[in-house]
């Protein structure tokens, strides 16, 4: 049973940075597709950005040159650093992972088998 726990959320003022963790527990995520997404008001659930286990990132267009994905596979937690953030960023973001090594293309949402509770992050 995989558990995935979500911190760093927050609120802050456009151009600010953030960093949010997933801890894994329950199974090491070594093996998996893993992904963050998130979901404005109103809108639907949208990948920011997705590792394969070779590595290869592929980060939605909106995020590009200010989000980075990174993991520590010791303490299997998976981050996402977030610089010169928007007020577009605000949203619920999700930890999340598929059972396969590699990230479908595109990476939507239902493509994903286990999720965190989600952490909230509000830019203004």
């Known amino acids: 049973h995989v558990q995935l726990v979500e911190s760093g959320g927050g609120s802050v003022q456009a151009g600010g940075s953030l960093r949010l963790s997933c801890e894994a527990s329950?199974?090491?995520?070594?093996?998996?597709?893993m992904g963050w997404l998130r979901q404005a008001p109103g809108k639907e659930r949208e990948a920011v950005v997705t590792?394969?286990?070779?590595?290869?990132?592929d980060y939605a267009d909106s995020v590009k040159g200010r989000f980075t994905i990174s993991e520590d596979n010791g303490k299997n937690t998976l981050y996402l650093h977030m610089n010169n953030l928007k007020p577009e960023d605000t949203g619920v973001y999700y930890c999340?992972?598929?059972?396969?090594?590699?990230?479908?293309?595109?990476?939507?949402?239902?493509?994903?088998?286990?999720w965190g509770q989600g952490t909230q992050v509000t830019v203004s």
């Open positions: 329950g199974a090491n995520f070594n093996n998996a597709c």
């Open positions: 590792i394969s286990r070779d590595g290869r990132t």
């Open positions: 999340a992972g598929r059972g396969n090594s590699w990230c479908a293309n595109p990476p939507l949402s239902r493509t994903f088998g286990f």
